[in-house]
Nanobody, 124 residues
Framework: QVQLVESGGGLVQAGGSLRLSCAAS????????MGWFRQAPGKEREFVAA????????YYADSVKGRFTISRHNAKNTVYLQMNSLKPEDTAVYYC?????????????????WGQGTQVTVSS
């Protein structure tokens, strides 16, 4: 069982930066691949980024590639999402999620555990 708690969301102007954190409970965090997803009002939840259990592999949605960076610190049971050059279209609730394998990492239904989400609002 893994429990996930996101933090770091807030209101930022376009062009600004935020760093999201996702703290995980449990001693097996380092064995899970981790992902970030987001859901804007009236839209479906979508994949943002994922990272393998070791941190050696990462994958990004085209919409955030070059602006967002996912990383993890296994000793701290935490995964991060550094978001730079934010745009109003990045406004959404951001969720972290955990899965046992680094495969089909962009498919929502393959993730086993989810956090409650943190709101990110980017003003123009």
């Amino acid at each position: 069982q893994v429990q996930l708690v996101e933090s770091g969301g807030g209101l930022v102007q376009a062009g600004g930066s935020l760093r999201l954190s996702c703290a995980a409970s449990g001693r097996t965090f380092s064995s899970y691949a981790m992902g970030w997803f987001r859901q804007a009002p009236g839209k479906e939840r979508e994949f943002v980024a994922a990272i393998s259990w070791s941190g050696g592999s990462t994958y990004y949605a085209d919409s955030v590639k070059g602006r967002f960076t996912i990383s993890r610190h296994n000793a701290k049971n935490t995964v991060y999402l550094q978001m730079n050059s934010l745009k109003p279209e990045d406004t959404a609730v951001y969720y972290c999620a955990a899965k046992r394998t680094y495969s089909s990492i962009y498919y929502i239904k393959t993730y086993d555990y989810w956090g409650q989400g943190t709101q990110v609002t980017v003003s123009s």
